[in-house]
Nanobody, 126 residues
Framework: QVQLVESGGGLVQPGGSLRLSCAAS????????MGWFRQAPGKEREFVAA???????????YYADSVKGRFTISRDNAKNTMYLHMNSMKPEDTAVYYC????????????????WGQGTQVTVSS
């Protein structure tokens, strides 16, 4: 049984930083694509960032344009954990952030994600 557990959400001021974690179990973490999506109230769940497995120890990271240059995705295969480092945060980053996993690649469409975490709230406000 695949489980994805997010942590690290909270309240942060505009311009601040936050790090989210996603601990995975029940899957071969090193060969899975892992990613983050977010959903603001009244909006659809949208892609944020992902890291896909390209074979061996090669991973490719890709980002939504809205977070490129501010957010960084990383993974620690020894700990079966993925991270999202968020810097220069804006009020529009406020959302529930969801961890996602899929076979080798997490696609940008939320409709095509195989596994989801339960989400963690991130609020950017002064």
């Amino acid at each position: 049984q695949v489980q994805l557990v997010e942590s690290g959400g909270g309240l942060v001021q505009p311009g601040g930083s936050l790090r989210l974690s996603c601990a995975a179990s029940g899957l071969t973490f090193s060969s899975y694509g892992m990613g983050w999506f977010r959903q603001a109230p009244g909006k659809e769940r949208e892609f944020v960032a992902a890291t896909s497995w390209s074979g061996g120890r090669t991973y490719v990271a890709y980002y939504a344009d809205s977070v490129k240059g501010r957010f960084t995705i990383s993974r620690d295969n020894a700990k079966n954990t993925m991270y999202l480092h968020m810097n220069s945060m804006k009020p529009e980053d406020t959302a529930v952030y969801y961890c996602a996993a899929d076979d080798s690649t997490v696609r940008r469409s939320a409709l095509r994600v195989k596994y989801w975490g339960q989400g963690t709230q991130v609020t950017v406000s002064s």
